[in-house]
């Protein structure tokens, strides 16, 4: 199973999410997902950099293959402009960039005062979404006018030998049936293995399936738990809100109906290994094929080391 660092824009700033992925190369981690937000969930987090500025500075600084984790095409920024990311990025990382997508969450798509649809209409959205990158990607003029989205006399120039490949985000059945049926692979931040056999029983066959958690690495579990609650509150917000609160404020406010203790479950916390292995054999139980783990907080040479020595000689014998 692959395991892979998780670049949190929401948390650090681009000269540290550039540490990081220097230091996750470094400690034996295979690959990078790296979220893209225009608001942290919370002001704790406080930050969010630009993901398309920060993937041309990834390509300069490692040979990891980069996933965005995930890129909302449908209502923040049009799909032909995304299109046109996704290919230069492609080119900068030599065809190692994989463009997840998903449909979003209010929190960053309602900025220019647009309308925040409903799920279906959202998922409806994406699977046109996809289609109109895909159709720009095949290299010539397009001109597309759709439910949702209008092309005019569109081409892109600057273009990888090959077209990224497209994973695509789902946490209900539906969503799920949608990343099976016109998705390259699968991406999911939840060890559930029923979606993984419903995404591949419904289209996804041995397409790639991607999951990913955060941790947060400290001297003690007591520490981790006190740093995870000050900065990922929001963790522990149930249910459809994570899709329909609108900022970061909204988000505080839900956090304070989660207790502390609830970290504990929602991320791993400390520095005892197998807690991390464990961690990372639910997702293998489950059927993914590479997994992403995100560092919390201050600890992150600390991080590293753990799993440098002493995570990936047991993963890997």
């Not at 139980?285 to 992150?300: C, L, M, R, T, W």
Request: aromatic share 10%.
């Amino acid at each position: 199973m692959k395991v892979g660092y998780f670049l949190s824009s929401e948390e650090f700033t681009p000269a540290e999410l550039l540490e990081q992925a220097r230091g996750a190369e470094q400690a034996g981690f295979e690959a990078l997902w790296i979220s893209d937000h225009y608001h942290p969930w919370v002001d704790a987090q406080g930050q969010s950099p630009f993901v398309w500025s920060m993937i041309g500075a990834l390509s300069q600084v490692t040979t990891l293959p980069v996933t965005t984790a995930v890129t909302c095409p449908t209502v923040r920024i049009h799909p032909a402009v995304l299109a046109q990311a996704a290919a230069t990025s492609a080119v900068l990382m030599n065809g190692r960039f994989v463009l997840g997508v998903g449909s979003g969450e209010a929190l960053n798509e309602h900025i220019l005062g647009d309308a925040w649809p409903s799920a279906d209409v959202r998922l409806e959205m994406l699977e046109e979404a996809v289609h109109v990158m895909r159709e720009l990607w095949k290299g010539g003029f397009v001109e597309h006018r759709g439910k949702h989205y209008t092309v005019e006399n569109a081409r892109i120039y600057t273009m990888p030998e090959t077209p990224p490949p497209i994973y695509v985000s789902g946490f209900g059945p539906k969503a799920v049936d949608l990343a099976a049926r016109i998705g390259d692979g699968y991406v999911s931040t939840m060890p559930d293995g029923e979606l993984v056999g419903r995404f591949r029983d419904n289209g996804g066959g041995d397409k790639p399936a991607q999951g990913g958690f955060k941790a947060c690495f400290a001297p003690t579990e007591d520490e981790a738990v006190r740093i995870a609650y000050e900065r990922w509150p929001n963790a522990g917000v149930p249910g459809e809100l994570s899709q329909v609160l609108p900022s970061p404020r909204h988000f505080e406010q839900a956090s304070q109906l989660v207790p502390p203790e609830k970290m504990r479950e929602a991320h791993v916390c400390g520095s005892d290994p197998d807690a991390h292995l464990q961690q990372i054999e639910q997702y293998a139980k489950a059927g993914f094929d590479e997994v992403y783990v995100s560092n919390i907080g201050p600890h992150q040479q600390g991080f590293f080391d753990l799993y440098r020595s002493k995570v990936f000689p047991s993963l890997r014998g």
